[in-house]
């Protein structure tokens, strides 16, 4: 008969809740100065020919997409990327083995052979690329170097990419392409992997390559100017490269004969250029501009001196977003502008003094002439006119007249209008003010008078009681003397108005997904207009979908423009739970006799289960991952034989068996009316463990711990 062996393992569990997390990789160049110098003199020079620009195909790894965990495509499956792997084959694979730098996919270098992965780009010589790749070691430190160059020439490595396998590390360049290369390969090879595996190690993803930032200047303006005219130049600058500029710069050479008048704009917005008298060169900011994006620039140039055949040619400098180390230079094609005579024409016209009750006629003895046109007298109108041969006092009348260059001239005569009546004293009545507002009595108050003009400075206050601390009607009595001992008076009205109400609560707390309505929490009113409450003028929202504090400020003014404010806090209380409910037990499994073949053991207890609460009922997905941690190691000798990847999980007919230290997907949820869920499995399915034995210890515990992780992914 024979003895059984019998082996007795059990499992100790852990548990934490953690939300899912992203990691992201910051890209990080170095700077250096650049110095920038403006040029005092410009001889016309061709524009630049346009770059070819970089694109690289497929940077993330993203096409194909992988039906597993990895899968190998030949290149002729492969969007971009060609391989010196000798099976023509490049291993993608997934965040099912190690979560990507960007996107789902990554590759690996070592897939099946040391090999490097390639593309050939068409390229412009003396074009800066800039680069950048992600690079990780698949089971410890691995190598691999970045390398440009001619496809059919020798590669000039860029870098040399050393990482371990804790993290994806992102390494960055610029490379120059040498004269006389038109087509560059952009590589990236495997040079060794931490353990020598030649066909494990040196995963890559996120390659980015982006050539430099290019930007043209299309220039036009008019082919001639009138003298102490204007034109309008219009200078196009366009980023035809492949990245965005920075620090970028226009530059426009203002020749002798002409002036920089008016305003200068960039797409319609005015901007302050720097203009250098000495070197007579305005400079433009333009700052940083987009791949293919354009900058429109209009500068109003003047015509001083008749001149024939000025010449205009802007330059613009830049920089690739960024970078400081090259400062690049192009320049616009020429205008041609050519100053004319230009002679305004001139108004006649004198100040005259009339008689209270004369006819005025504003045309009457004025004249207009112009060197090109001769006599405009017909053509001069009244702009404006405010005598009133009816009120004495001092009036203006202005003239206009425009000669067929489009040139306009005004002119403007005093009228005054003469009585022997006793001055008049006018002002504002009545006058309005806002509570505790300043108020100057002599504000809206003149005095006039026939022989003495203004006598405003001659008017006394004879009774003032205006209080603006309170509301009310107040009146202020005037006086005041001409040089005939003529005497006027005049009352002026007062009215101090009250300022609105607002009536509400400063802080209110309402519960996550509750409706609110923030006008109903508030009244306005106002002793002269009653109810204001819709007038008010609310400041801020309130998102009840999501806990915090929300500040919003309600505003409202009367007629009579006084302004009150009330600040009103609102507090979106999260009273929702999202957790686990119940711990699950430690997980045992029944003891078990030692076989020579694979065994599978059941657990100890076939309820055993884990409960998820959540009250959101907001219709969002999550999941509960298992991770298996380590090995089941002999608690009585540390150095005995391990188990490895021992625990399964078994849906119907399906076992799946979890790897130690990749975390794996017990269960998927929605969040909604069932609080409560409940994960258990019968004793056949579910978490079960399946081991080959031999070499293991009779009657040792053997014990490992799973970490529970219960992830939110809305």
Do not use: C
Request: glycine share 6%; charged share 15%; net charge negative.
């Amino acid at each position: 008969m024979k003895r059984g062996i019998f082996l007795k393992l059990s499992l100790i569990v852990t548990m934490t809740l953690s939300p899912l997390t992203s990691a992201v990789d910051d890209l990080i160049h170095s700077e250096t100065k650049s110095t920038a110098h403006a040029e005092s003199v410009l001889t016309a020079v061709a524009p630049k020919a346009p770059l070819s620009v970089v694109n690289i195909i497929n940077g993330s790894f993203e096409n194909p997409t992988v039906a597993g965990p990895w899968q190998a495509f030949l290149t002729s499956q492969i969007p971009g990327w060609k391989t010196t792997s000798t099976d023509n084959q490049i291993e993608f694979q997934t965040s099912l083995i190690t979560p990507p730098a960007d996107g789902n996919q990554y590759i690996e270098l070592n897939g099946y052979q040391v090999a490097a992965a390639y593309q050939d780009i068409t390229t412009t010589p003396g074009t800066t690329i800039r680069w950048q790749a992600s690079h990780r070691g698949r089971y410890g430190v691995d190598t691999a170097a970045v390398k440009f160059g001619a496809p059919t020439g020798t590669l000039t490595q860029q870098a040399t990419m050393t990482t371990g396998n804790n993290a994806w590390q992102t390494y960055s360049g610029s490379y120059i392409v040498p004269a006389g290369q038109t087509s560059t390969r952009f590589q990236f090879q495997s040079i060794s992997s931490s353990d020598g595996s030649l066909t494990a190690g040196n995963l890559l993803d996120n390659v980015i390559l982006t050539s430099q930032s290019f930007l043209t200047v299309a220039a036009t303006g008019p082919a001639t100017v009138k003298q102490n005219k204007t034109g309008t130049y219009q200078f196009q600058v366009k980023n035809e490269g492949g990245m965005e500029s920075q620090a970028s710069t226009l530059r426009v050479p203002i020749p002798e004969g002409m002036t920089l008048t008016g305003t200068v704009t960039v797409n319609g917005s005015q901007v302050t250029g720097n203009y250098d008298s000495a070197s007579r060169i305005l400079s433009i900011p333009l700052d940083n501009i987009t791949k293919d994006a354009t900058k429109t620039v209009n500068v109003t140039l003047g015509g001083q001196t008749m001149t024939d055949n000025l010449s205009i040619q802007a330059t613009v400098t830049h920089q690739d977003k960024g970078y400081t180390d090259t400062t690049y230079t192009n320049y616009s094609n020429e205008i041609k502008t050519n100053i004319i005579a230009n002679h305004p024409p001139t108004i006649n016209a004198t100040d005259s003094e009339l008689i209270l009750g004369d006819t005025f006629n504003p045309l009457q003895n004025v004249t207009a002439t112009d060197v090109e046109d001769g006599d405009l007298t017909e053509a001069v109108t009244v702009t404006a006119n405010n005598v009133n041969m009816e009120v004495p006092g001092i009036y203006q009348v202005r003239y206009s007249v425009t000669d067929s260059d489009g040139n306009t001239v005004t002119a403007q005569v005093t009228i005054r209008v003469k009585s022997q009546d006793p001055p008049v004293i006018t002002g504002a009545n009545p006058v309005r003010l806002n509570p505790n507002s300043e108020f100057d009595p002599m504000s809206t108050v003149t005095a006039t008078d026939r022989e003495d003009g203004d006598l405003t400075n001659r008017i006394r206050i004879t009774s003032n009681d205006v209080t603006t601390a309170i509301p009310g009607t107040y009146h202020i009595t005037y006086e005041v003397t001409d040089s005939d001992q003529m005497t006027a008076t005049w009352t002026q009205t007062v009215v101090v108005t009250e300022a609105p109400i607002i009536i509400g609560e400063t802080a209110i707390t309402i519960n996550l997904h509750d409706t609110f309505d923030p006008i109903s929490t508030v009244h306005a009113t106002d002793k002269e207009d009653g109810n204001l409450t819709n007038q008010i003028v609310l400041t801020g929202t309130v998102d009840s979908n999501h806990s915090g504090n929300y500040d919003l400020t309600y505003t409202v003014t009367d007629s009579d423009g006084n302004t009150t404010t009330l600040r009103q806090t609102v507090t979106v209380f999260d009273n929702t739970i999202f957790q686990f409910n119940e711990a699950p037990e430690d997980l045992l499994f029944e003891t078990t006799e030692i076989r020579s073949e694979d065994i599978t053991i059941n657990r100890q207890n076939p309820d055993w289960n884990i409960q998820v609460k959540d009250t959101r009922n907001n219709g969002s997905p999550w999941a509960l991952t298992a991770t298996v941690n380590g090995a089941f190691s002999d608690q009585e000798d540390p150095n005995a034989k391990q188990l490895h990847n021992a625990i399964t999980y078994t849906v119907g007919t399906e076992e799946t068996v979890l790897l130690d230290n990749q975390a794996f997907v017990i269960h998927e949820g929605i969040s909604d009316q069932n609080e409560i869920t409940t994960i258990r499995a019968p004793a056949d399915q579910g978490l079960r463990m399946k081991v080959n034995p031999t070499g293991v210890k009779a009657n040792h515990d053997y014990k490992t711990s799973i970490t529970w992780t219960l992830n939110d992914t809305p």
